[in-house]
């Protein structure tokens, strides 16, 4: 186990957090928890392996202009944003080592430092600027990064006007590091992740590297770093920005020398948005080089979180989502395990609501939560609580070691889809060994403590692999597991331990269909849609993969699809929309509540043969309990029922 150094972009403090700033923070976070897990169960001080930073980018000109306009002094107003900052994380979860903030003097030592090695590097030169600037990237523009509107150049990122600067600035010599760029990039692995974004930083620099301007007129901008030895000049933002990463470590020259904190360095990982790839993948390393220091181990670019494809950001309020009232409702852990299951890192991740309740009610309530309740009530019930031995499990080892590749690799999605393996195995085997049949004789006695047992090491395995993510679900789940002394550890050796269990408590409670419509409406601002009545259950949204997104075979493996002919139907009293329908499905009937009655009558339905999912997680519509659905065509509308072109048994299953 070797060091870890984790670090987020710094914030601008132009906003307060929001869904997408949110998501490259935890993503930051889930991994600093697992490496620190690691290094725990290696016997290995977290602390001193591990180090995590966050904190806020609060010079510049955009923020000289917002405290301008506002009237407000700009220390105060950094202060205050600052408090909401850190209030925010601190809900959140998150567990940075650190909180840096760019007015601190300990920074601007730092940036003051990394001035002089460059200037001294003879890579600093003083010449005139003539170009376009855009001030909401806080970044040069050339021809190619603008568009033409109303006669007007406007960024193409930011859409508004860029302003053209004309002044005497010091340069930094960027195109000298055009070529040791290039041979970093071509590392195996690239240090720059993933792959497609190494190929754009390359082709950039390929296409030819002009020096930097680094500096602006005092008069131009002045809420900034002074520029060693030259106060009329201030030194670039992004200059400043980027500094931030060792300061933290003790500074450039501190990092020089590599001692105690310094160490850190030789493994920084640099998650950063596609927006700001170019920044650390390209002038980052060439200044560290200037400076005398090696380049960050890693720069890892995730995508950007949208609002239907379009940017969720401060400044554009269709794409408000407020974290904030999503844990109000759910708590913050299962908001944290949406963003990371939901979204491949890297690539860019529509946010929908729908979807967010569907991986709520199917990931959390119906297979982590189910497991932890039915097998410590049979617990309780078969055995007094007390389960000795359990059955040996090698998928465990196989989902542990795919777990910490993923998270290796930073792909969270795929270290916790790997946990979902043994919690939805864990369900399955439940229902294959039927412990409650087990418990009615002596005999069994010894196969119910296994597969109990079995079970239970499974949650304590799962809980302590989700922990990264859902550090206080997985702490609940030891609890009632009466495992809280594993907190913070990683699986290691398969095998009921023991544990004194508490009473069963939902981790993930239900939120009914009603309520997720009521919320959504109330999140969206569309109170208006709130005010028509629910949809019902089985005709309620149904979140799809966003276009071109494909799923596995194996999702589409684990629907049970069937074959189900309708032998009774009535209507369901007081639910205009639904129909209560009994289905010859092979064996036992079913019972489903269908939102079908708009479209069918219950005489109609009877004798017509349907495509049954037999394997949605039941539950409660009217008082009635509804096992599965039927597939039917349309929206919240029925247009037609799914059928089949000819006679089936009952029960074949469906491919
Ligand atoms: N201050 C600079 C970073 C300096 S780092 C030395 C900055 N700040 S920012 O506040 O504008 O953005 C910070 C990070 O948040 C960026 O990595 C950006 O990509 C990320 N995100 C902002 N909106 C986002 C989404 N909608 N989705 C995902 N990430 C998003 O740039």
């Given at each position: 186990?070797?060091?870890?150094?984790?670090?987020?972009?710094?914030?601008?403090?132009?906003?307060?957090?929001?869904?997408?700033?949110?998501?490259?923070?935890?993503?930051?976070?889930?991994?600093?928890?697992?490496?620190?897990?690691?290094?725990?169960?290696?016997?290995?001080?977290?602390?001193?392996?591990?180090?995590?930073?966050?904190?806020?980018?609060?010079?510049?000109?955009?923020?000289?202009?917002?405290?301008?306009?506002?009237?407000?002094?700009?220390?105060?107003?950094?202060?205050?944003?600052?408090?909401?900052?850190?209030?925010?994380?601190?809900?959140?979860?998150?567990?940075?080592?650190?909180?840096?903030?760019?007015?601190?003097?300990?920074?601007?030592?730092?940036?003051?430092?990394?001035?002089?090695?460059?200037?001294?590097?003879?890579?600093?030169?003083?010449?005139?600027?003539?170009?376009?600037?855009?001030?909401?990237?806080?970044?040069?523009?050339?021809?190619?990064?603008?568009?033409l509107?109303?006669?007007?150049?406007?960024?193409?990122?930011?859409?508004?006007?860029?302003?053209?600067?004309?002044?005497?600035?010091?340069?930094?010599?960027?195109?000298?590091?055009?070529?040791?760029?290039?041979?970093?990039?071509?590392?195996?692995?690239?240090?720059?992740?993933?792959?497609?974004?190494?190929?754009?930083?390359?082709?950039?620099?390929?296409?030819?590297?002009?020096?930097?301007?680094?500096?602006?007129?005092?008069?131009?901008?002045?809420?900034?770093?002074?520029?060693?030895?030259?106060?009329?000049?201030?030194?670039?933002?992004?200059?400043?920005?980027?500094?931030?990463?060792?300061?933290?470590?003790?500074?450039?020259?501190?990092?020089?020398?590599?001692?105690?904190?310094?160490?850190?360095?030789?493994?920084?990982?640099?998650?950063?948005?596609?927006?700001?790839?170019?920044?650390?993948?390209?002038?980052?390393?060439a200044?560290?080089?200037?400076?005398?220091?090696?380049?960050?181990?890693?720069?890892?670019?995730?995508?950007?979180?949208?609002?239907?494809?379009?940017?969720?950001?401060?400044?554009?309020?269709?794409?408000?989502?407020?974290?904030?009232?999503?844990?109000?409702?759910?708590?913050?852990?299962?908001?944290?395990?949406?963003?990371?299951?939901?979204?491949?890192?890297?690539?860019?991740?529509?946010?929908?609501?729908?979807?967010?309740?569907?991986?709520?009610?199917?990931?959390?309530?119906?297979?982590?939560?189910?497991?932890?309740?039915?097998?410590?009530?049979?617990?309780?019930?078969?055995?007094?609580?007390?389960?000795?031995?359990?059955?040996?499990?090698?998928?465990?080892?196989?989902?542990?070691?795919?777990?910490?590749?993923?998270?290796?690799?930073?792909?969270?999605?795929?270290?916790?889809e790997?946990?979902?393996?043994?919690?939805?195995?864990?369900?399955?085997?439940?229902?294959?060994?039927?412990?409650?049949a087990?418990?009615?004789?002596p005999?069994?006695?010894?196969?119910?403590?296994?597969?109990?047992?079995?079970?239970?090491?499974?949650?304590?395995?799962?809980?302590?692999m989700?922990?990264?993510?859902?550090?206080?679900?997985a702490?609940?789940?030891?609890?009632?597991?009466?495992?809280?002394?594993?907190?913070?550890?990683?699986?290691?050796?398969?095998?009921w331990?023991?544990?004194?269990?508490?009473?069963?408590?939902?981790?993930?409670?239900?939120?009914?269909?009603?309520r997720?419509?009521?919320?959504?409406?109330?999140?969206t601002?569309?109170?208006?849609?709130?005010?028509?009545?629910?949809?019902?259950a089985?005709?309620?949204?149904?979140?799809?993969?966003?276009?071109?997104?494909?799923?596995?075979?194996?999702?589409?493996?684990?629907?049970?699809l069937?074959?189900?002919?309708?032998?009774?139907?009535?209507?369901?009293?007081?639910?205009?929309?639904?129909?209560?329908?009994?289905?010859?499905?092979?064996?036992?009937?079913r019972?489903?509540?269908?939102?079908?009655?708009?479209?069918?009558?219950?005489?109609?339905?009877?004798?017509?043969?349907?495509?049954?999912?037999?394997?949605l997680?039941?539950?409660?519509?009217?008082?009635?309990?509804?096992?599965?659905?039927?597939?039917?065509?349309?929206?919240?509308?029925?247009?037609?029922?799914?059928?089949?072109?000819?006679?089936?048994?009952?029960?074949?299953?469906i491919?």
């Amino acid at each position: 186990m070797s060091r870890f150094y984790i670090t987020t972009p710094i914030y601008y403090v132009n906003a307060v957090p929001h869904l997408g700033t949110f998501y490259s923070t935890v993503v930051d976070d889930a991994l600093a928890r697992y490496h620190r897990a690691r290094a725990k169960s290696q016997g290995l001080d977290p602390k001193g392996n591990v180090f995590f930073l966050t904190g806020l980018d609060e010079h510049g000109q955009k923020i000289e202009r917002i405290t301008r306009e506002k009237g407000v002094d700009p220390q105060l107003y950094c202060d205050g944003i600052a408090e909401k900052f850190k209030a925010a994380w601190e809900r959140f979860g998150i567990s940075n080592d650190d909180f840096i903030r760019t007015t601190e003097p300990r920074h601007e030592a730092a940036v003051a430092e990394m001035w002089k090695r460059l200037e001294a590097a003879g890579d600093i030169y003083k010449a005139e600027y003539d170009g376009m600037y855009c001030v909401g990237c806080e970044s040069a523009k050339s021809e190619d990064d603008v568009d033409l509107e109303d006669g007007q150049k406007v960024c193409k990122i930011h859409r508004t006007p860029v302003e053209r600067v004309k002044e005497q600035n010091y340069f930094f010599r960027l195109s000298k590091y055009a070529p040791r760029l290039l041979e970093w990039y071509a590392q195996t692995p690239s240090p720059v992740q993933p792959e497609s974004r190494r190929n754009e930083v390359r082709a950039f620099v390929e296409s030819g590297l002009r020096d930097l301007s680094v500096s602006r007129q005092k008069k131009s901008v002045s809420w900034a770093i002074p520029v060693p030895g030259d106060p009329e000049h201030t030194i670039f933002v992004w200059i400043d920005a980027l500094t931030n990463y060792l300061t933290v470590l003790g500074g450039p020259e501190a990092v020089a020398r590599g001692a105690g904190q310094a160490a850190f360095w030789d493994a920084a990982n640099h998650l950063v948005g596609k927006d700001i790839l170019r920044f650390h993948a390209v002038y980052w390393p060439a200044m560290l080089w200037s400076a005398g220091l090696p380049p960050p181990k890693q720069v890892f670019s995730h995508g950007f979180l949208t609002v239907k494809g379009q940017k969720i950001s401060k400044s554009a309020p269709a794409t408000k989502v407020d974290p904030n009232a999503i844990a109000d409702e759910l708590g913050v852990d299962p908001l944290r395990y949406f963003v990371l299951r939901e979204y491949v890192l890297g690539a860019d991740g529509d946010f929908t609501y729908e979807s967010l309740f569907q991986r709520y009610e199917s990931d959390l309530g119906n297979d982590l939560g189910n497991l932890l309740n039915r097998t410590i009530s049979m617990a309780h019930k078969f055995v007094a609580g007390k389960v000795e031995g359990s059955d040996e499990y090698p998928g465990a080892a196989d989902a542990k070691q795919e777990a910490e590749r993923a998270w290796e690799e930073f792909a969270p999605s795929r270290a916790l889809e790997a946990v979902w393996k043994i919690v939805r195995e864990g369900n399955r085997y439940i229902d294959e060994k039927a412990p409650w049949a087990l418990a009615k004789s002596p005999a069994t006695l010894p196969a119910l403590h296994g597969v109990l047992g079995r079970s239970l090491e499974t949650l304590r395995w799962a809980a302590l692999m989700v922990a990264p993510v859902m550090p206080g679900a997985a702490r609940e789940i030891l609890r009632q597991l009466g495992r809280e002394k594993d907190d913070g550890s990683w699986p290691d050796k398969w095998g009921w331990p023991g544990g004194v269990l508490t009473d069963p408590k939902p981790v993930f409670p239900r939120v009914e269909p009603e309520r997720q419509t009521a919320l959504i409406a109330q999140w969206t601002g569309t109170l208006a849609a709130a005010a028509t009545p629910a949809a019902p259950a089985a005709a309620a949204a149904k979140p799809v993969p966003a276009p071109g997104v494909d799923i596995a075979y194996d999702d589409f493996q684990k629907l049970d699809l069937r074959v189900a002919k309708v032998t009774a139907a009535e209507r369901v009293p007081k639910a205009d929309k639904l129909l209560k329908l009994t289905l010859d499905v092979g064996g036992d009937p079913r019972t489903v509540v269908s939102g079908i009655a708009p479209a069918y009558s219950p005489e109609q339905m009877v004798g017509k043969t349907v495509i049954y999912l037999a394997n949605l997680a039941p539950r409660k519509i009217r008082g009635v309990v509804s096992q599965g659905m039927i597939l039917a065509a349309g929206g919240d509308e029925v247009l037609a029922l799914s059928g089949l072109d000819r006679d089936v048994p009952p029960g074949t299953p469906i491919r």
